[in-house]
């Protein structure tokens, strides 16, 4: 991967930002882990504004919460609650993930990315819940883990892709975020479920008087 971002332009790196953006939707951990440890170990140069992620201390906070997400992610009803949990930090992070691949001196593009990002991040974080949701609503939690896996093996692809064939991950991103949007709405009323249930969750039973 470093020769191909040695020669990153603004379209390669825009794609970069996109790419982290999408699948902090998915991932925020694996993202942050997977892109910083490529870094340390030098399998690839990551642009001034991520070298950050290479830090061993959020190397190792990364990857623990990576850790508990990975199973999280896999047990039916607990991976609802974590995404609807995750969702306040997930597309903030998105949108700082994709503006850092810019610098902190970036001005317009950083900007540009930034939105990029979170509007990315909040399209995959949307669908990702409610999809779950709706395989949720079976009873046998294989299909949760499959889907789970999936989601895992799309972070991976998702930033190799961007690096090596930003042309190609642009078109394939531009149909996947309006396969999401069309699935997020079909799949709403399992999302309001979510919702109801994480309300339960969080207020406890009601006490009668």
């Not at 070298?51 to 009803?77: N, R, T, W, Y």
């Not at 892709?161 to 709405?185: D, K, Q, R, S, Y």
Request: neutral net charge.
């Amino acid at each position: 991967m470093t020769d191909a971002l040695a020669s990153l332009g603004t379209p390669e790196l825009l794609a970069l930002a996109g790419a982290l953006g999408w699948a902090s939707g998915f991932r925020l951990y694996a993202v942050v882990f997977l892109v910083g440890a490529a870094g340390a170990l030098g399998w690839m140069e990551l642009p001034a504004g991520l070298q950050v992620l290479q830090h061993p201390a959020l190397l190792g906070a990364s990857g623990f919460m990576l850790f508990i997400e990975f199973f999280a992610d896999k047990i039916p009803v607990v991976d609802s609650l974590w995404d609807m949990v995750n969702s306040v930090v997930r597309i903030p992070a998105g949108a700082a993930l994709a503006a850092s691949v810019f610098g902190v001196d970036g001005g317009a593009m950083a900007l540009t990315a930034a939105l990029l990002g979170g509007s990315l991040a909040a399209t995959s974080q949307a669908a990702k819940t409610t999809t779950r949701a709706a395989i949720n609503a079976s009873p046998e939690p294989f299909s949760n883990i499959a889907m789970s896996l999936v989601e895992d093996g799309l972070v991976v692809g998702a930033v190799w892709l961007a690096t090596n064939h930003p042309v190609a991950f642009g078109v394939l991103l531009l149909i996947a975020v309006v396969l999401m949007w069309i699935a997020t709405w079909m799949l709403f009323k399992f999302l309001r479920a979510v919702f109801r249930r994480a309300q339960g969750f969080f207020s406890g039973p009601v006490k009668e008087t």
